[in-house]
């Protein structure tokens, strides 16, 4: 336990990254990986796996591998995801709806308990079976009341900092931001901003790269 | 720029996310960040910060520190985001509308030229001003006649890989993946994809400590 305090945050990001690729393997009936194949599947070192997997003690077979279904049982352990996670989320438009109607979360351990909109033409409409939405002023009371551990703000950039503050004060801790800006956050808070414009960045350079090659040869 | 061909992948996706804070700053007026501060708003080391932008050439002063606007035209130059860059989406259900209508792609150099679906009730329709959703069909074609640099799938599961590889067929080298699955990629393209879960799992091990924590206390 006192291990591990000292695990990077770099590494806690990878091994939920390994988490997506070892459900696949399982589905297809593959029971044992080896920190090179895993590796390849996650675009990582296989040093880099063997180190991050090691933070959690030994379970790999040297020459062997890993056991599929251990790895995600561990992986799951050491995230906490296996156990039950309520989410409040906030901003039901295009984005929100998609992230209530995603069914990845669900087969998780991760369940959207309320959903909260500003605009009254919104208030009071079921968005999934079990769900209505309700009005953005109750944040701070439904949280209290629903135990909401994670706040998903998939609101525009100007109400983010506001609806992010009516959750901190309601004691939820821990934030996904949708909205591109930068959110101020409390000493006992974690915020994880969604961002896929780096990865859009990311591919524009290495299309640059590819299209340059190809022009060169 | 043979220093560049060894820049690790790694350090590309970090310079993508300075990119964000770095135009903050500036709307905010702030000519002149450290590497300890720019460190401190993307969460990442400051050695680490001063060696990934080490790798472009020197353009900080020791003990004063970077220029804002400097670093943000240099960051687009080695990214290749000075130059505008063809996207088409396919999938115009929630998650697509909620890409499409994103001011972020338009502020940045990112325009979408095509939009795709297999739903033929909402073939013809116009999503934005200047783009009317195709017939998943004619994907090759448009991608060759308009050019289309980067493919962006919000489609189900099951249709995302047979998207992609009409648009690799179609010398389409570079894929935003929104959907929950490992595509196979040709050995000349390049796919990124964009999974929410893995910052959820971080929050969900972030707060679980959180909560032992203060429940320790």
Redesign the interface.
């Known amino acids: 336990m006192a291990k591990e305090t000292k695990i990077p945050?770099a590494t806690?990001?990878r091994i939920?990254?390994y988490?997506?690729?070892l459900e696949?393997l399982l589905q297809q009936g593959i029971d044992v990986i080896s920190s090179r194949k895993l590796a390849l599947?996650c675009?990582v070192r296989s040093a880099q796996v063997r180190k991050d997997l090691s933070y959690f003690g030994e379970f790999g077979v040297r020459g062997v591998g890993y056991d599929v279904r251990d790895l995600i049982r561990e992986i799951h352990r050491?995230?906490?995801?296996d156990?039950q996670?309520k989410l409040g989320i906030v901003g039901l438009?295009?984005?929100g709806?998609?992230l209530v109607?995603d069914e990845?979360?669900t087969r998780?351990?991760?369940r959207f308990v309320a959903a909260f909109d500003s605009d009254p033409e919104k208030i009071g409409k079921i968005v999934i079976p079990g769900l209505t939405i309700e009005s953005a002023s109750k944040i701070g009371q439904f949280s209290q009341v629903l135990g909401i551990?994670?706040g998903i703000l998939a609101v525009p950039p100007s109400q983010a900092q506001s609806v992010a503050d009516r959750f901190f004060e309601a004691g939820v801790?821990?934030?996904?931001n949708?909205s591109?800006?930068?959110l101020r956050e409390p000493e006992?808070c974690?915020v994880?901003?969604?961002?896929?414009?780096?990865?859009?960045?990311?591919?524009?350079?290495?299309?640059?790269?590819?299209?340059n090659k190809s022009n060169a040869s």
Request: proline share 3%.
């Open positions: 945050n806690i990001e939920a990254l988490l997506r690729p696949n599947l675009r050491i995230l906490g995801t156990r996670w438009g295009n984005m709806m998609a109607q990845y979360f998780r351990s991760y551990h994670i801790k821990a934030i996904l949708f591109p800006i930068q006992c974690h994880e901003n969604v961002d896929f414009t780096v990865s859009l960045d990311n591919l524009a350079y290495y299309s640059g790269r590819k299209i």
